[in-house]
């Protein structure tokens, strides 16, 4: 892309589509076992980790860069949702399930793909559930 798609709203303005359509590759890390996991976020949205942390069974944190660097191979800001460099436990926003397709980082900050979210979801094995609290 010309434009940075850095942040989701730089993504949607580049795509010429609306923030929630941006699938946002958040890596998080469990407080007591310290794995990685990530979560395929709606732009629109933000993680409600408490609601996160029930569904893993662990309280989750927000990792150095350098871990998620380490876990995907990738820079923050251009980390696609799959082809990282260990597998990831991944959970899937479903507000992304109501757009006909989804704008997600392809590597770095000036890259994106678009995709149909059910094929997305079923290609990273992605556990369905809501980010957002009530």
Same mark, same amino acid.
């Given at each position: 892309m010309p434009e940075s798609t850095r942040t989701a709203e730089e993504a949607a303005s580049a795509c010429g589509? +609306?923030?929630?359509?941006?699938?946002? +590759?958040?890596?998080?890390?469990?407080?007591e076992t310290g794995r990685p996991v990530?979560?395929?976020? +709606?732009?629109a949205n933000r993680v409600d980790e408490a609601?996160?942390?029930a569904h893993i069974g662990e309280p989750i944190e927000r990792p150095n860069a350098a $871990?998620?660097?380490?876990?995907?191979? *990738?820079?923050?800001?251009?980390?696609?949702? $799959?082809?990282?460099?260990?597998?990831?436990?991944?959970w899937f926003d479903?507000?992304?399930?109501? *757009?006909?397709?989804?704008?997600?980082?392809?590597?770095?900050?000036?890259?994106?793909?678009w995709v149909e979210p059910k094929a997305?979801?079923?290609?990273?094995?992605g556990q369905v559930v809501a980010m957002r609290g009530s």
């Open positions: 589509c +609306s923030v929630g359509e941006i699938v946002k +590759s958040l890596v998080f890390r469990t407080r990530l979560l395929l976020v +709606s732009g609601a996160i942390a $871990f998620v660097r380490e876990v995907t191979g *990738y820079a923050i800001g251009g980390i696609p949702p $799959f082809a990282h460099a260990r597998p990831l436990e991944t479903r507000d992304l399930l109501a *757009y006909e397709q989804v704008w997600a980082a392809a590597g770095t900050p000036f890259a994106v793909f997305l979801c079923r290609a990273v094995g």
